[in-house]
């Protein structure tokens, strides 16, 4: 049913914008129907979704713009830095939701409507997962760091309503048990395990975003395949410099020359080689004679 939204980059990310606004629309309402501070939560955070999808999309349209004349290499660090501004946001949900539960905990619980509470956990779990499912199979064929982070989020939601229904049922099978003086604890209980457990998704989106702002070396992986690829081409790794910044590959290699001949064509190549990572690649290319001091001291 929803493989047509699979098409393209941007169809993904709106795709998101409607979902998280349809979740956090029914959340709202639901949850204050229910009484409950980890629906209110779920929703609160499919709002705060629906913002940073719209940012996306945003981002997006700024990364993919030519350079001119006021952004002469392009727009590309807008990538990382929209990843930074949601995790950064994600981590303030996460510590608000914490504060806000473990003062519910120690003013004796909430009551909660679990059966209402239920209908809507169940059918934010399957909607979550429905979403996520689609993003994960436009990410086997294609690659993008805003999606990545969007399918991060949905897998979030999707755990989070997972755990809030198992909650539910808990604390419904306790009152019917009798046992109505602990099933009050139950709602803040899922809050306060969700935001600690959130809590890590967001601080590791952070530092690779901050990364890549600051151009730090990739991970050994990618630059194992880079370094494969350009000895290919007879160009050592001492030779090269690389940087990752969103979904390209900023690469810079170091070219001795004899002849003029050997220039042409040579970025194209280089380019050509790393087609097959899932990055787009820039590569620049510095040109110094073969018998120049800069070989004789790399040496």
Not at 86 to 91: H, R, S
Not at 203 to 215: D, H, I, S, Y
Not at 261 to 280: F, K
């Given at each position: 049913?929803?493989?047509?939204?699979?098409?393209?980059?941007?169809?993904?990310?709106?795709?998101?914008v409607?979902?998280?606004?349809?979740?956090?629309?029914?959340?709202?309402?639901?949850?204050?129907?229910?009484?409950?501070?980890?629906?209110?939560?779920?929703?609160?955070?499919?709002?705060?979704?629906?913002?940073?999808?719209?940012?996306?999309?945003?981002?997006?349209?700024?990364?993919?713009?030519?350079?001119?004349?006021?952004?002469?290499?392009?727009?590309?660090?807008v990538?990382?830095?929209?990843?930074?501004l949601?995790?950064?946001?994600?981590?303030l949900v996460?510590?608000?939701?914490?504060?806000?539960?473990?003062?519910?905990?120690?003013?004796?619980?909430?009551?909660?409507?679990?059966?209402?509470?239920?209908?809507?956990a169940?059918?934010?779990?399957?909607?979550?997962?429905?979403?996520?499912?689609?993003?994960r199979?436009?990410?086997?064929?294609?690659?993008?760091?805003?999606?990545?982070?969007?399918?991060?989020?949905?897998?979030?939601?999707?755990?989070?309503?997972?755990?809030?229904?198992?909650?539910?049922a808990?604390?419904?099978?306790?009152?019917?048990?009798?046992?109505?003086?602990?099933?009050?604890?139950?709602?803040?209980?899922?809050?306060?395990?969700?935001?600690?457990y959130?809590?890590?998704?967001?601080?590791?989106?952070?530092?690779?975003?901050?990364?890549?702002?600051?151009?730090?070396?990739p991970?050994?992986?990618?630059?194992?395949?880079?370094?494969?690829?350009?000895?290919?081409?007879?160009?050592?790794?001492s030779?090269c410099?690389?940087?990752?910044?969103?979904?390209?590959?900023?690469?810079?290699?170091?070219?001795?020359?004899?002849s003029?001949?050997?220039?042409?064509?040579?970025?194209?190549?280089?380019?050509?080689?790393?087609?097959?990572?899932?990055?787009?690649?820039?590569?620049?290319?510095?040109?110094?004679?073969a018998?120049?001091?800069?070989?004789?001291?790399?040496?």
């Amino acid at each position: 049913m929803l493989s047509f939204k699979i098409d393209s980059e941007q169809s993904i990310l709106t795709l998101s914008v409607w979902g998280g606004g349809f979740f956090a629309l029914t959340g709202l309402v639901w949850g204050m129907l229910a009484g409950s501070l980890a629906i209110l939560f779920d929703a609160v955070y499919s709002l705060v979704s629906l913002g940073l999808s719209l940012l996306s999309l945003l981002a997006l349209r700024l990364a993919q713009a030519p350079a001119d004349t006021h952004f002469n290499f392009g727009r590309y660090l807008v990538e990382p830095l929209t990843i930074a501004l949601k995790a950064l946001v994600i981590l303030l949900v996460c510590c608000v939701s914490l504060v806000l539960a473990v003062t519910s905990l120690l003013t004796g619980g909430r009551e909660v409507a679990a059966d209402i509470a239920m209908i809507f956990a169940l059918v934010s779990v399957l909607g979550c997962l429905a979403v996520w499912s689609v993003m994960r199979r436009y990410l086997r064929d294609e690659s993008s760091v805003l999606v990545e982070a969007e399918s991060r989020q949905w897998l979030m939601d999707s755990v989070l309503s997972g755990a809030v229904l198992l909650g539910f049922a808990a604390a419904w099978l306790l009152d019917y048990l009798g046992y109505h003086a602990w099933a009050v604890y139950a709602d803040p209980l899922m809050v306060v395990g969700a935001s600690l457990y959130f809590m890590a998704v967001p601080v590791k989106m952070l530092r690779q975003a901050v990364a890549e702002v600051l151009m730090v070396t990739p991970g050994p992986k990618l630059r194992k395949q880079v370094y494969r690829l350009l000895a290919e081409l007879d160009i050592h790794r001492s030779h090269c410099k690389m940087a990752k910044i969103g979904s390209h590959l900023m690469v810079e290699v170091e070219w001795p020359v004899e002849s003029i001949h050997e220039i042409e064509g040579l970025v194209e190549r280089i380019e050509a080689q790393l087609s097959e990572l899932e990055l787009e690649p820039m590569v620049r290319v510095n040109f110094h004679p073969a018998d120049s001091d800069y070989w004789h001291a790399d040496a």
